[in-house]
């Protein structure tokens, strides 16, 4: 896909996510790969609904700025998802409301956060690790990341936000948006004494759909 391509859907995303009410104000940020190798970049302090796309923070292959403005100050989580998931095309970190929610709540699952509802929260999201709080920007986070050595793809920040990494831009959406949903599911069914998927439910799906669960 061309550069410009990528920056008009990177500005198309963040605006639908923002329109949704998935991050507020200038919250949230995304980062997608280039051909070359290289990130195009949400900038710091600009809300995700008015993003102009020639002024995307621009990274060449070696991780250095090359153009546009200056880039979130979550540079370093983002980069932690690439060194760690050589599969990764995109990141997408939100502050949607009911992942901080569940992000927050004591009983809350740290090496299984989103509980396993539905199928498609295991085929899109896969288990969701809760890391600890750290001070947004902090370079702490990142190493949190790396110490998970590439087996989630999927993160919520204690206190902050959910993080997600996948292919490419489009699949990092999808599942940004089913782990808020299955957030906004977990919430709701809080005390009813729901049933989750069944241990040889999430063995089907995850064979059929080759999802990393373990």
């Known amino acids: 896909m061309s550069e410009n391509r990528l920056r008009e859907d990177l500005c198309f995303w963040a605006k639908s996510l923002f329109d949704r009410g998935l991050t507020g104000g200038a919250s949230g940020n995304i980062s997608v790969r280039t051909e070359d190798g290289g990130l195009l970049v949400t900038p710091t302090g600009v809300s995700m609904g008015r993003l102009d796309p020639a002024r995307l923070s ?38 949607s409301t009911h992942s901080v929610a569940l992000s927050i709540l004591p009983d ?23 890391l600890p709080f750290y001070v947004p920007g902090d370079a702490a986070m990142a190493e949190a990341i790396r110490g998970l050595a590439g087996r989630r793809a999927s ?60």
């Open 58 to 95: 621009r990274f060449d292959a070696g991780g250095r700025l090359i153009s546009g403005d200056p880039p979130t100050k979550e540079m370093p989580l983002h980069a932690a998802f690439y060194e760690t998931r050589q599969s990764a095309g995109a990141v997408v970190h939100l502050h």
């Open 108 to 130: 809350t699952d740290p090496d299984n956060a989103i509980p396993p509802l539905t199928a498609y929260a295991v085929m899109r999201v896969g288990k969701v690790a809760l």
């Open 155 to 214: 993160v919520l920040l204690a206190n902050h936000g959910p993080v997600v990494a996948a292919k490419d831009l489009e699949a990092a959406v999808f599942a940004m948006e089913e782990l808020e949903e299955t957030a906004k599911l977990a919430l709701i069914l809080r005390g009813t004494g729901a049933r989750p998927l069944e241990a040889g439910q999430i063995a089907q799906v995850v064979r059929k759909f080759e999802v990393d669960w373990d």
